[in-house]
């Protein structure tokens, strides 16, 4: 006899019956109710309680956004789970939504990530007036540390140096970028945040960068735990719920040592990096949301914001030389008609080479590294370009959608510097790039990371010609992974100096 007929037994039939049958009615109302409202923006059909979510299972959600497009138009609406997610599509309606309506697009949305994973702290978790604290506070003190600044551009160039005298040492042989490029570029923000920067054989730190990498892809996974939090607690992980989360911990505990440092031995007299300005303003201000555990998820906003995203347009531009020898001479011919070879490029040489800025703003494009943005959320319920749009909705600003349409960038798989190049060779048409999204929530780091790209792009080319692995190999494939960003395959190279 098993558990379920003695349970039968012990009950009264009447009350199993009435039982089956409230479980019957409920599964029904929950069948019959389950459409999308006739004002919602149009989208694909879904299922009950877990609504899209086998579709965008079986795709990339980047992939399943453009076939949608094409079938419901550029603003559509998908059931995930409980929420209804609303995708806009298309460079006038992000700016209608994101600029013009920002009072009602700016919030992030209640998710599993934004709960468990930002505890709606930091930069990216906030939102409303704590975000405008933490935004004013945090910019402030960044840029007394160079952030954005010309002033930081010898940091920059530091590391550039760096990098060169690592890709020299291969001495022709092939290799892989790793996490180099990852160590590279996270020095840049470590210098400004921690006042100290990392060599490429620190394990300790390669490790964190590892992590962070890790981070990142399992991000994609998060997405259904976004929907569905209650799947963090199905046994084994399958979700990678546990494996995120103890990756946030780990770089929330290398953060915390560095607080840790600095506090045992924090001199008001000396600020020199930005943790310092962060114990200044805690020590000195009653009324601040300038708490430690705000400045933790700062700092990890900053770190992962700052490190993962210029990487991976750093290892998307090397492929995409690969593919394109004859673009890496004409800005090799454009840097040594400045410098006649005899000299490192400045952020001043910057109007004289207009090619190669528009190099940057093609490899920014290309390289559609956050294709999907970061999520948000309607702080009210609006009506938008005709459709309701529920308060409490999750939304996505496609970026992708105007990155990779042919309408707004003709042949959008080939990368065609020129297309951001008037008939005179002037720089123009770059405020159609909205790699860095748009709006009240616009990445906070852009200048930065344009002075970055321009640095590291116009001194690899003056430096190394990129080629295959092996002379016989086509160029290794343009493969790309999608986590919370889009991140090239790894893949060999070999270079040739040009000195
Ligand atoms: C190629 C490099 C980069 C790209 C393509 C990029 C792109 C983006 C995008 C698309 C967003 C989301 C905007 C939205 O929510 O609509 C964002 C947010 C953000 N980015 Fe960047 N980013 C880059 C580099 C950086 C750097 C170097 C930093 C700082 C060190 C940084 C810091 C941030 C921060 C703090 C946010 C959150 C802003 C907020 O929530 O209000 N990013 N970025």
């Known amino acids: 006899m098993n558990v379920f007929s003695v349970f039968l037994e012990c009950i009264q039939p009447t009350y199993v019956s009435v039982f089956i049958l ?42 399943a956004f453009r076939d949608w497009r094409k079938e419901f138009g550029d603003i559509f609406s998908v059931s995930l789970g409980s929420k209804w997610v609303i995708v806009i599509c298309g460079l006038e309606n992000l700016k209608e939504a994101f600029v013009e309506r920002d009072d009602v697009f700016s919030d992030r949305p209640d998710l599993f990530v934004n709960r468990y994973i930002n505890e709606k702290r930091g930069i990216i978790g906030s939102d409303g007036e704590k975000l405008k604290e933490l935004k004013r506070f945090t910019l402030r003190a960044l840029r007394e540390f160079g952030f954005g600044k010309k002033s930081l551009e010898e940091n920059i160039k530091e590391e550039v140096n760096i990098f060169l005298d690592f890709i020299d040492e291969t001495n022709g042989a092939s290799f892989s970028l790793d996490e180099k490029v990852n160590v590279s570029i996270s020095n840049i923000i470590c210098s400004i945040v921690f006042g100290k920067r990392y060599e490429y054989d620190d394990h300790k730190f390669v490790k964190l960068m590892k992590i962070l990498d890790d981070y990142i892809s399992n991000s994609t996974l998060t997405t259904i735990l976004n929907f569905i939090p209650n799947l963090r607690h199905v046994p084994g992980d399958i979700f990678s719920a546990k494996k995120v989360l103890s990756n ?188 860095f999204s748009v709006g009240r929530r616009a990445c906070m780091g852009e200048s930065l990371a344009r002075m970055e790209l321009f640095l590291y792009l116009t001194a690899l080319v003056q430096r190394f010609k990129f080629l295959t692995a092996c002379e016989e190999d086509p160029p290794p494939k343009i493969k790309r992974i999608l986590g919370l960003q889009f991140t090239p395959a790894p893949f060999m190279l070999k270079v040739a100096s040009r000195c």
């Open 22 to 63: 409230i479980l019957i009615v409920s599964l029904c109302y929950t069948v019959l109710c389950w459409r999308r409202p006739s004002d919602l923006p149009p989208g694909p059909k879904f299922y009950p309680i877990i609504g899209n979510m086998r579709t965008v299972g079986q795709k990339t959600l980047v992939g």
């Open 248 to 435: 946030q911990k780990e770089i929330e505990d290398f953060i915390q040592a560095r607080l840790d440092e600095h506090k045992s031995c924090f001199d008001s007299n000396n600020i020199t990096d930005f943790i310092d300005a962060c114990l200044r303003e805690m020590e000195t201000r009653n009324e601040t949301s300038i708490t430690e555990s705000e400045v933790r998820k700062i700092i990890r906003d900053l770190f992962i914001a700052g490190t993962q995203t210029t990487a991976a347009c750093i290892k998307w531009f090397i492929l995409y030389m690969i593919h394109y020898p004859d673009i890496q001479e004409k800005m090799w011919r454009e840097i040594d008609s400045v410098t006649n070879s005899n000299r490192l490029l400045s952020l001043n040489d910057r109007s004289k080479l207009q090619y190669c800025q528009a190099v940057v703003d093609e490899t920014l494009r290309i390289s559609n590294t956050a294709p999907l943005s970061v999520l948000h959320g309607a702080s009210n319920e609006i009506f938008f370009k005709g459709f309701r749009i529920p308060k409490g909705s999750v939304i996505v600003p496609n970026i992708d959608s105007v990155l990779m349409d042919e309408r707004v960038f003709s042949y959008p798989e080939k990368f065609n510097p020129e297309r951001f190049l008037d008939k005179d060779g002037m720089l123009h048409g770059t405020e159609k790039n909205v790699a």
